[in-house]
């Protein structure tokens, strides 16, 4: 195995031409977050848990009923799917507080600290209007969604919730980021 030169990419992050000068994109461990965040993590990390084995059990019992008792659960897929739904965006959210969203930054990591610094503060920005569009078109369906579901009869905003629930975390969290990078405490 050969050994790593400056220049030359590993898996930890980039280095520069100029050596060992490291972008601060990449994974974060929940103990480098603030206490609010390193909370949020926790929390979110545990539901997701609660939500991954509840999702295994309804439907392992839903395989096991079809193909062995053929008897089937009427709301097993009504179930996992409101469970998989608020998955996805509490996972998101997680991905979001600890910086695993999948980047490419070989150009950036490359570039003068002036041009990484604006390219962050691009991103961060970019993510706070994608995140307003999803809270306020998430607010606009849960205000106009009235109903429960068939099956379980859960009331539809319980899964729409999801949504802005997750946007506005993240959005918070990138404001964070943005205000880091703006006072010159991140790069």
């Given amino acids: 195995m050969a050994a790593s030169s400056p220049g030359a990419d590993d898996v930890t992050g980039a280095q520069t031409e100029a050596g060992d000068a490291r972008t601060q994109r990449g994974p974060v461990r929940r103990s480098d977050l603030p206490l609010p965040f390193r909370l949020v993590d926790i929390a979110c990390s545990a539901v997701l848990v609660v939500l991954v084995a509840g999702m295994l059990i309804v439907v392992g019992w839903n395989v096991v009923g079809r193909?062995?008792?053929d008897h089937s659960l009427t709301w097993s897929d009504e179930?996992?799917?409101y469970m998989f739904i608020w998955m996805i965006?509490?996972?998101a959210l997680v991905a979001h507080l600890r910086q695993e969203h999948i980047s490419v930054e070989y150009f950036v990591a490359r570039a003068p600290r002036p041009v990484r610094l604006a390219a962050a503060i691009t991103r961060e920005l970019v993510i706070l209007v994608v995140l307003g569009i999803m809270l306020w078109g998430s607010t606009h369906v849960i205000s106009t969604t009235f109903?429960?579901?068939?099956?379980?009869?859960?009331?539809f905003n319980v899964v729409n919730y999801s949504v802005p629930v997750a946007a506005a975390l993240m959005a918070v969290m990138?404001?964070?980021r943005l205000i880091r990078l703006l006072?010159?405490?991140d790069e």
């Fill in 147 to 155: 109903g429960r579901s068939a099956l379980l009869g859960v009331p």
């Fill in 174 to 176: 990138s404001m964070y």
């Fill in 89 to 91: 965006f509490l996972g």
């Fill in 183 to 185: 006072t010159g405490r």
């Fill in 79 to 81: 179930a996992a799917r």
């Fill in 67 to 69: 193909f062995v008792l």
